[in-house]
């Protein structure tokens, strides 16, 4: 229940593609979704958030769309460029306001392919 | 640069023994959280402390200590290590009081252990 799952492992998309991550949970508790991009030896970065009464986030050329429903929330990049070449993770929260405990997802690995 | 600063960067050991992780959360930040990085496992929550104080525990073993101490730098002890220790570590932070205050990560501590 407190686990978040992540598809695909890895990806390949072409410059200007759009590389579509997704994740899944179970536990309803889950009041915050975060997404985390970490580039080779950096920790990881917050990309952009969503919480669960919202359906969907865009910022820049990232947006998140969230199913809360079925327990599903996903990433799009848009015009997705060479630099966007990281591993991208997405994570829930778990407890209150006050504390930052995020569960994470396996990650993805994308190549954008110039 | 996320303004979290973690050393070493890199640590060698043998099995069995003990290393102490250090980390200087950014400027201003009251919460430091522990997560550990490896391969099979992914990005996994160990401990968080918020002034001083543990907030919230996950699946840090009890070979694993960690403290906060009054300047907010905080220590992360790994006793009897193993082989299965070695992983990416790393320390985040974060300013307490403001819902959905993002996770600041620094860029880690690979361990090896041999």
């Known amino acids: 229940q407190q686990q978040v799952k992540q598809s695909p492992q890895s990806l390949i998309v072409q410059k200007g593609g759009i590389p579509i991550i997704n994740c899944a949970y179970e536990?309803?508790?889950?009041?915050?979704f975060p997404w985390y991009q970490q580039f080779p030896g950096k920790g990881p970065a917050l990309l952009i958030a969503?919480?669960?009464?919202?359906s969907e986030k865009k910022e820049g050329r990232f947006t998140i769309s969230f199913n809360k429903s079925a327990k599903q929330f996903s990433l799009h990049i848009m015009d997705s460029q060479p630099g966007d070449s990281a591993t991208y993770f997405c994570?829930?929260?778990?407890?209150?306001?006050?504390?930052?405990?995020?569960?994470f997802g396996q990650g993805t690995t994308l190549q954008v392919k110039p | 640069d996320s303004g979290v600063t973690q050393t070493p960067k890199h640590l060698i050991t043998a099995t069995g023994q003990r290393v102490t992780l250090r980390c200087s959360p950014r400027s201003g930040d009251l919460s430091v959280y522990w997560y550990q990085q490896s391969l099979d496992q992914g990005l996994q929550f160990l401990i968080q402390?918020?002034?001083?104080?543990?907030?919230a525990k996950g699946n840090i073993l009890e070979r694993f200590s960690a403290q906060q101490f009054p300047d907010l730098h905080s220590e992360l002890n790994l006793s009897s290590l193993e082989l299965g220790d070695s992983a990416l570590y790393f320390c985040?932070?974060?300013?307490?009081?403001?819902?959905?205050?993002?996770?600041?990560f620094g860029n880690g501590t690979r361990l090896t252990v041999t």
């Open positions: 536990n309803t508790a889950f009041d915050y």
């Open positions: 994570a829930a929260r778990v407890g209150s306001s006050n504390t930052g405990k995020l569960i």
């Open positions: 985040a932070s974060s300013v307490e009081g403001i819902l959905n205050s993002p996770l600041h």
């Open positions: 402390y918020y002034n001083g104080e543990e907030r």
């Open positions: 969503i919480r669960p009464d919202v």
